[in-house]
Each structure stands twice: as structure tokens, then as C-alpha cells.
Nanobody, 123 residues
Framework: QVQLVESGGGLVQAGGSLRLSCAAS????????MGWFRQAPGKEREFVAA????????DYADSVKGRFTISRENGKNTAYLQMNSLKPEDTAVYYC????????????????WGQGTQVTVSA
């Protein structure tokens, strides 16, 4: 089993920045791919970003490309999401997720999920 705990959410003005962290514990060697998803009120959960084990391969949703950066420190079992130039439409609960490498790619098929952290961007 793997446990994922997010932190770093909060309230920020438009144009500001936040850095989310996702700490993994348990069988962390299975977390080949780490991802971030978000869910705004009344909307379905959507993919935000993902990163492979080595950190070289990444994938971003078009809506965050150029503003968000995903990274990971395997020695600390932690993944990060640096969010810059935040917009009110980025307001959502952000979830960390992890999985083994598989044929589903970076955007689907996650096995483990955190509880989420709220990000609110004011206009």
C-alpha cells in the first residue's frame, strides 16, 4: 500500500504562486508515475500534470502548460507542483496520485490518491 499526503494549498491572489507537495509513504518504489489532478466545484476531476520516475518525462494539460511545473525528489519520496501566474479558474481541490508504469500513459489508470488540498485564487 501507498499513502499520499498533499500540502501547500491555500488562498492566493491572481498572478500569484503556490507550491504543492505530495509526500508518499509505504511501498513507494511502485510510484513510477506521479500525477496531479484537480476538481473544481460542480466539475469533473481533470488531469493537470504528471512525471515519470527519472523526472525527464513530463506531461501537462494545455490549460496549465507554461505556468505549472511538476517535479519529484525520489530520495524524499516527494512530488511537487509549482504553480505560477495563477488564475481564478485554477481554483480547485488538487489531488496527488501515483501508479506503476503501464500502457495507459500519464493521464489515466492511477492506483493511489491523496486526500486533496484546496487552492483558491481570488480575482
Amino acid at each position: 500500500q501507498v499513502q499520499l499526503v498533499e500540502s501547500g494549498g491555500g488562498l492566493v491572489q491572481a498572478g500569484g504562486s503556490l507550491r504543492l507537495s505530495c509526500a508518499a509513504s509505504g511501498r513507494t518504489f511502485t510510484m513510477h508515475i506521479m500525477g496531479w489532478f484537480r476538481q473544481a466545484p460542480g466539475k469533473e476531476r481533470e488531469f493537470v500534470a504528471a512525471i515519470g520516475w527519472s523526472g525527464v518525462s513530463t506531461d501537462y494539460a494545455d490549460s496549465v502548460k507554461g505556468r505549472f511545473t511538476i517535479s519529484r525528489e525520489n530520495g524524499k519520496n516527494t512530488a511537487y507542483l509549482q504553480m505560477n501566474s495563477l488564475k481564478p479558474e485554477d481554483t480547485a481541490v488538487y489531488y496527488c496520485a501515483g501508479k506503476r508504469i503501464d500502457a495507459l500513459g500519464f493521464r489515466r489508470g492511477y492506483d493511489y490518491w491523496g486526500q486533496g488540498t484546496q487552492v483558491t485564487v481570488s480575482a
